[in-house]
């Protein structure tokens, strides 16, 4: 036994699933809001692979609750939005409490409700699911919608954790 701990590799499989991310924001449309989703999500990756622990991670977290709320604006936006909002906001506002020293009174409480965001989207994936089949969508269209959003849970998951703990739980 070496006695090394292993440390929790939490940043690389956020990263991961945020260049995956990016990636898939080409498979249905090419216009304005894909490319900007392509560059925020490819910029979180670059960051967690960096492991930057400062206040740019808060900003594309803040981008991305941005796009959200702009999208709550327009009269087809759901149940599904708020919640993409609300849970881009709450890792914006952890990032913020645990990265930087604007919120330090809120670190504890921060490091608590890690999990609030990814259960927000683990919400819309039920949402979702329960709405495509109600309307009759086509289970290819309902598989890949579902695809994303699970990716996109998961890596809001990996990232809020380590932005929580970066050594991981166990430590």
Known sequence: MTGISKKQQWHLIGALLF???????FTNTFGFLPVLYFIIFG????????????????????????????????PSSGFNTLLSFLAYALLTLICLACLTDYLPQFRGAARKIWFLPAACFALVVLISFIGNIVHGVSFGNILLSLLKTLIRAAAVLAASIWVASPEGFGH
Request: glycine share 10%; proline share 0%; aromatic share 8%.
């Open 19 to 25: 260049a995956l991310l990016a990636l898939l924001q």
């Open 43 to 74: 910029g979180i990756a670059f960051l967690l692979v960096g492991q930057r622990r400062d206040i740019i991670l808060c900003g594309g977290f803040a981008l991305l609750a941005l796009i959200s709320l702009f999208s709550l604006l327009r």
